[in-house]
C-alpha cells in the first residue's frame, strides 16, 4: 500500500459525459501528479499541482482539468468524454517537487467509454 | 527532451534465477532520477528502485539492483532469485531537474517479465 487513495477505482459512462476523478495523497506529501496510462500512447503525464498551485502540464486536454484543495487532496475533471479516453487514471504524489523524490501511484481509476 | 528505451518487450527466466531488463535514457539535464517501477496484472503501479545522476554506488534494494551506467546512459534492473510473484510489466522511468523536463516522470514502453516454475 502506497499511501495514495484514488477513487472510484472503476468507472463506466458515456461519450459526451462528464466525470471526477479524487486522489489523496500521502500523509505530509504536497504535490500531486496525474498520469494517464492507455494502450497506444503508454504511460504519459498530465499535470502537476504543489500545495494547491498548478506546477506543470503535460499532455492534457482541454477538456480535462484538475485543481487541489487545501486539504492537499486533488481532482481530476473529465468532460465531453470520447472513447478514445479511455484509460487507466494514476494520481501519484511526492513530498516536494524535487526530481530526486520517488513518486509514489495510487490505485489507479479505470475509467470506460462506451 | 527526455527518452527512455525499454528494448525489451517481453522476457522469460526460470524461478530462482536472476533477470536482467534493460533500460536506456537520454536527456540534456545534468542532474536527473533514474527509477524503476512494477505494475502487476491487478494494475497498480509499485516503485522498487531509485539511482541519482550523481550516486557513485548502484542502488539495491533487496533483490533489486541497478547497474548504472552513466556513459553508457543505462540504467538496468537487475532481479536476483526470481520468484513467482516478480511477473509482471516493469517500468523505467526518469526524471529530470532541468527547466525544459518539468516535473514529470518520463516512462519506457515497459518489459513484460514472466518467470516460470
Known amino acids: 500500500d502506497s499511501g495514495v487513495t484514488q477513487t472510484p477505482k472503476h468507472l463506466i459512462t458515456a461519450t459526451g459525459q462528464r466525470v471526477t476523478l479524487r486522489c489523496s495523497p500521502r500523509?505530509?506529501?504536497?504535490?500531486v501528479y496525474w498520469y494517464q496510462q492507455s494502450l497506444d500512447q503508454g504511460l504519459q503525464f498530465l499535470i502537476q499541482y504543489y500545495n494547491g498551485e498548478e506546477r506543470a502540464k503535460g499532455n492534457i486536454l482541454e477538456r480535462f482539468s484538475a485543481q487541489q484543495f487545501p486539504d492537499l487532496h486533488s481532482e481530476l475533471n473529465l468532460s465531453s468524454l470520447e472513447l478514445g479516453d479511455s484509460a487507466l487514471y494514476f494520481c501519484?504524489?511526492?513530498?516536494?517537487?524535487?526530481?530526486?523524490?520517488?513518486?509514489?501511484f495510487g490505485p489507479g481509476t479505470r475509467l470506460l467509454v462506451l | 527532451a527526455q527518452k527512455i528505451t525499454q528494448t525489451q518487450p517481453g522476457m522469460f527466466v526460470q524461478e530462482k534465477e536472476a533477470v536482467t531488463l534493460d533500460c536506456t535514457y537520454d536527456t540534456s539535464d545534468q542532474s536527473y532520477g533514474l527509477f524503476w517501477y512494477k505494475q502487476p496484472s491487478s494494475g497498480e503501479m509499485i516503485f522498487l528502485i531509485y539511482?541519482?545522476?550523481?550516486?557513485?554506488q548502484n542502488a539495491t534494494e533487496g533483490r533489486y539492483s541497478l547497474n548504472f551506467q552513466k556513459a553508457r546512459k543505462s540504467a538496468n534492473l537487475v532481479i536476483s532469485a526470481s520468484q513467482l510473484g516478480d511477473s509482471a510489466m516493469y517500468f523505467c522511468?526518469?526524471?529530470?531537474?532541468?527547466?525544459?523536463?518539468?516535473?514529470?516522470?518520463?516512462f519506457g514502453e515497459g518489459t513484460q517479465l514472466t518467470v516460470n516454475p
Open positions: 500523509s505530509g506529501d504536497l504535490s
Open positions: 501519484a504524489s511526492s513530498v516536494g517537487g524535487l526530481y530526486q523524490e520517488t513518486q509514489y
Open positions: 522511468a526518469m526524471r529530470g531537474s532541468g527547466e525544459t523536463s518539468g516535473s514529470r516522470l518520463t
Open positions: 539511482q541519482g545522476s550523481y550516486d557513485e
